[in-house]
């Protein structure tokens, strides 16, 4: 049977309605309206895509949204002093610098000098440390945006094979604590692992967050499991033709071969239209749960880990 595909974009519409509710009645009940600063460094076409879309969605739910635009070549000191500012700024709940960050800029040191309770997208050191030893912290959007599908779909996570293919520090490492606090038995995969496939045959639940195009084929997963795709590469479709300028087009795939995987596993995200978009609704989900905070309010049900 064809795996149930999981509208990722669906998803989000209804994870931003319910930040939206909130919103309103901390408008309504307290005067306060949530503010979301967000810092592009430089002009990697991608990234202003991305922090386009964050704006616009923050305003649409009724957030304060501040765009902080720096040209390429600013320098650590400028960005840093920047983050100082808004880190002291009452109108701001949450933090985020667009990454990746231009190479002369140190990402770890950017990164650690945001208050820890505005870091929406919880990369400072101390809400890894945090997520790591099970404590209330910030939680990385996309795999918060993970865990939100895989609840949907199963319920109770508890007990299940999960393997995580990638170790990065913004998905891999957190998705895996993530998974780990839900009970599963976790195993993160990575280029290293011997036997691979035969590892990845174990899961209920596969999350592939490699960056390598169509790397995991259908024969590689358990039927009936969940197959929850990080990846967004970017790939050749000469089948689509060619530009104008005589370049080939090109579309967008994820670190699951989606034909062969869907004809085995139970449920599948797409690539686009997937995890993406859940990125930016948990998001605005994390700067609603940073308003809260600060302000000694009940968090949002439902919208945190
Ligand atoms: N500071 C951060 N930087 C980056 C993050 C992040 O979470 N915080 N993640 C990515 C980029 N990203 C958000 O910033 C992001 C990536 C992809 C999508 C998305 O909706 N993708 C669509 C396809 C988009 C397309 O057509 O190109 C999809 O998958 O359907 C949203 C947000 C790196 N940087
Ligand atoms: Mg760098």
Same mark, same amino acid.
């Given at each position: 049977?064809a795996?149930?595909?999981?509208?990722?974009?669906?998803?989000?519409?209804?994870?931003?309605? =319910?930040?939206?509710?909130?919103?309103?009645?901390?408008?309504?009940?307290?005067?306060i309206t949530?503010?979301?600063?967000?810092v592009?460094?430089?002009?990697?076409?991608?990234s202003?895509?991305?922090?386009?879309?964050k704006? !616009?969605?923050?305003?649409?739910?009724?957030?304060?949204?501040?765009?902080? !635009?720096?040209?390429?070549?600013?320098?650590?000191?400028?960005?840093?002093?920047?983050? /100082?500012?808004?880190? #002291?700024?009452?109108?701001?709940?949450?933090?985020?610098?667009?990454?990746?960050?231009?190479?002369?800029?140190?990402?770890d040191?950017?990164?650690?000098?945001?208050?820890?309770?505005?870091?929406?997208?919880?990369?400072?050191?101390?809400?890894?440390?945090?997520?790591?030893?099970?404590?209330?912290?910030m939680?990385?959007?996309?795999?918060?945006?993970?865990?939100?599908?895989?609840?949907?779909?199963?319920?109770?996570?508890?007990?299940?094979?999960?393997?995580?293919?990638?170790?990065?520090?913004?998905?891999?490492?957190?998705?895996?604590?993530?998974?780990?606090?839900?009970s599963? #038995?976790?195993?993160?995969?990575?280029?290293?692992? =011997?036997?691979?496939?035969?590892?990845?045959r174990?899961? /209920?639940?596969? +999350?592939?967050?490699?960056?390598r195009?169509?790397m995991?084929?259908? /024969?590689?997963?358990?039927?009936?499991?969940?197959?929850?795709?990080?990846?967004?590469?970017?790939?050749?479709?000469?089948e689509k033709g060619?530009n104008?300028d005589?370049?080939?087009?090109?579309?967008?795939?994820?670190?699951? /071969?989606?034909?062969?995987?869907?004809?085995?596993?139970?449920?599948i995200?797409? +690539?686009?239209?997937?995890?993406?978009?859940?990125?930016?609704?948990?998001?605005?989900?994390? #700067?609603?749960?940073?308003?809260?905070?600060?302000?000694?309010?009940?968090?949002?049900?439902?919208? #945190?880990?």
């Amino acid at each position: 049977m064809a795996a149930k595909v999981i509208d990722g974009k669906a998803f989000a519409a209804t994870v931003r309605e =319910k930040v939206a509710g909130h919103v309103a009645r901390l408008k309504e009940e307290h005067g306060i309206t949530p503010g979301l600063a967000v810092v592009l460094v430089g002009e990697d076409p991608a990234s202003q895509v991305y922090v386009r879309s964050k704006g !616009k969605q923050t305003v649409e739910v009724g957030m304060n949204s501040y765009e902080h !635009k720096l040209d390429a070549g600013t320098s650590e000191a400028d960005l840093l002093a920047l983050i /100082d500012q808004l880190n #002291t700024d009452p109108a701001v709940h949450g933090i985020l610098v667009q990454l990746p960050l231009p190479k002369h800029l140190n990402e770890d040191l950017v990164i650690n000098a945001i208050d820890p309770a505005k870091d929406v997208d919880g990369f400072h050191i101390s809400n890894v440390g945090l997520l790591g030893t099970g404590q209330k912290s910030m939680v990385p959007c996309t795999p918060l945006g993970c865990l939100m599908m895989l609840r949907d779909v199963h319920g109770s996570l508890s007990g299940m094979d999960a393997v995580v293919i990638g170790r990065s520090n913004i998905v891999g490492k957190p998705m895996a604590q993530l998974l780990l606090g839900d009970s599963c #038995t976790v195993t993160i995969a990575h280029s290293r692992t =011997k036997d691979l496939p035969d590892v990845v045959r174990r899961a /209920d639940i596969v +999350v592939a967050a490699v960056g390598r195009p169509q790397m995991v084929p259908g /024969d590689w997963i358990k039927p009936g499991a969940t197959v929850i795709d990080v990846g967004i590469n970017r790939i050749d479709a000469p089948e689509k033709g060619q530009n104008e300028d005589g370049s080939v087009k090109t579309r967008l795939v994820g670190d699951v /071969d989606y034909d062969s995987c869907a004809q085995v596993a139970g449920a599948i995200t797409p +690539v686009p239209g997937g995890v993406g978009p859940m990125t930016i609704a948990c998001l605005l989900a994390n #700067t609603v749960t940073a308003c809260c905070r600060a302000n000694g309010l009940p968090e949002p049900e439902g919208l #945190t880990a």
